[in-house]
Nanobody, 126 residues
Framework: QVQLVESGGGLVQAGGSLRLSCAAS????????MAWFRQAPGKEREFVSA????????YYADSVKGRFTVSRDNAKNTVYLQMNSLKPEDTAVYYC???????????????????WGQGTQVTVSS
């Protein structure tokens, strides 16, 4: 049974930092591209960042570029999202997702991802 478990969310002031983790089990982690999405109340789920199966190729939404850093540790079956210079508009539930794919391209489309975590709340106060 595949499980993705996010952690690291919380309440932080604007300008602060958080580091999200997503621990995967039940799959061959190195065969999966990983991504982070977020969903704010009343809004659609939106792409935040992705990283290739090897960890060599990260991708970011324009809204987080320069502030967020995605990384992965295939030995630990874990993907991370370091979030710096947080803004109130970053407030959302953050989800990690896994896509069975070993290519070099990424997809910002939620439907192509095979597995999802339960999400972790990030709240940024002004």
């Amino acid at each position: 049974q595949v499980q993705l478990v996010e952690s690291g969310g919380g309440l932080v002031q604007a300008g602060g930092s958080l580091r999200l983790s997503c621990a995967a089990s039940g799959l061959t982690f190195s065969s999966y591209a990983m991504a982070w999405f977020r969903q704010a109340p009343g809004k659609e789920r939106e792409f935040v960042s992705a990283i290739s199966w090897s960890g060599n190729t990260p991708y970011y939404a324009d809204s987080v570029k320069g502030r967020f850093t995605v990384s992965r540790d295939n030995a630990k079956n874990t993907v991370y999202l370091q979030m710096n210079s947080l803004k109130p508009e970053d407030t959302a539930v953050y989800y990690c997702a896994a896509r069975f794919y070993r290519g070099s391209f990424y997809s910002p489309i939620p439907n192509v991802y095979n597995y999802w975590g339960q999400g972790t709340q990030v709240t940024v106060s002004s």
